[in-house]
């Protein structure tokens, strides 16, 4: 079974319109999505690259990809999977 969640609230980032930290979504979206899950975000290359420098440290996969009307669309979409992750185990002497 697969769950979807639309989140809206990343168009509403741009700067011109409201302010807000994409980082706290993304945290937010880490929290909601179970290990594998996809995000998947449209926006300009300049905000996604931001995105992804962000999903990076968050320890997901994230690609950048051209928009489905073509590469010469200014808009990009980004798919992001949350990796399943557990911390090393630490070495007993």
């Known amino acids: 079974m697969a769950f979807f969640y639309n989140i809206q609230a990343l168009m509403m980032c741009s700067p011109k319109l409201f302010r807000c930290d994409i980082t706290d979504i993304l945290l937010e979206m880490d929290r909601i999505l179970r290990p594998e899950g996809t995000a998947i975000i449209r926006d300009t290359v300049d905000v996604l690259t931001k995105v992804q420098a962000i999903t990076k ?9 051209d928009h489905e009307d073509g590469p010469f669309n200014p808009e ?7 990796t399943y992750w557990t911390a090393k185990a630490e070495e007993e002497h």
């Open 57 to 65: 440290r968050m320890r997901w996969e994230s690609r950048i990809m």
């Open 76 to 82: 990009k979409v980004l798919m992001a999977v949350k």
